[in-house]
């Protein structure tokens, strides 16, 4: 009987520290001054906290320099850019440079694209530091893959418009069953 008693309890005292793991960190996503980059930030946000509890904060740039030199400085942890932005800023118009380039140069790390088509993508981009501290992000973020062409992205910034960001962000990660 005490054996099963002592066992209940380092069981029980183990998985305190494992419902506390997220619980007062924070992640920093940054997101350019536009509709479309603030509704897939908001996205990553809503899906970032509900499926591991993390806080996440939001913060708006003017520019793609800004945001970089935002996430090579530690101010934010995670952003997302398009081939268009990777390319005018890296000045490399291939992919596997320009991802070789922001990672010896910025120490960022592109993660797989949430959107490939042709020769358009859309890539979050994370910081090394915050990979080491959230291993198991990037396997959160693949859940996006596929589903934010520009259409979707289109639509979900007009019912944001008529609807609020957070209820549309919401309908629609319940909708694909990621909340």
Known sequence: MFRRLLISFLIFFCFQGISF???GKTIFIGHLDTKEDEIISNILSRLITERTGTSVKLKKYSDASTIINAASSGEIDLFIFDNIK???FSKIADFDKAKSDFNTKFNLVFLKPLL????EYIVPIIRKDTLKKFPALPRLIEKLNGLLPASIVSNLVKDAEKRGIKDTVREFL?????I
């Open 86 to 88: 990777i390319s005018s």
């Open 21 to 23: 793991a997220c619980v």
């Open 116 to 119: 490939e088509h042709k020769n």
């Open 174 to 178: 319940k909708s694909k069953s990621l």
